[in-house]
């Protein structure tokens, strides 16, 4: 059974930058495609960004455009999530996420943490 445990979330203005942090336990974390999905309030939960088991592809949802960056460190079995020009829209729990391949479609990851509220204020 995987862990995720999620940190870094919190108020920002809009312009300003969060980096999100998921350590994980349990599984081999170097084997694992990791992801961020992100649910806003009364929206369904959306892909934001997925990372292959080495780091060498990633993958954005559209509306990212190139203001977030996916990264992971297999040696301390942390994935991170830079994010940048933050805008009011991006407001919501942000989760960490693991499947055994990369994807964009969030049903094809298995495990699911806890989730981190970002607030990006106008």
């Known amino acids: 059974q995987v862990q995720l445990v999620e940190s870094g979330g919190g108020l920002v203005q809009a312009g300003g930058s969060l980096t999100l942090s998921c350590a994980t336990s349990g599984r081999t974390f170097s084997r694992s495609a990791m992801g961020w999905s992100r649910q806003a309030p009364g929206k369904e939960r959306e892909f934001v960004a997925g990372?292959?088991?080495?780091?060498?592809?990633?993958y954005y949802g559209d509306f990212v455009k190139g203001r977030f960056i996916i990264s992971r460190d297999n040696a301390k079995n942390t994935v991170y999530l830079q994010m940048n020009s933050l805008k009011p829209e991006d407001t919501a729990v942000y989760y960490c996420i693991r499947g055994d391949y990369s994807s964009r479609n969030i049903d094809d990851y298995d495990s699911w943490g806890q989730g981190t509220q970002v607030t990006v204020s106008s």
């Open positions: 990372i292959s088991w080495s780091g060498g592809s990633t």
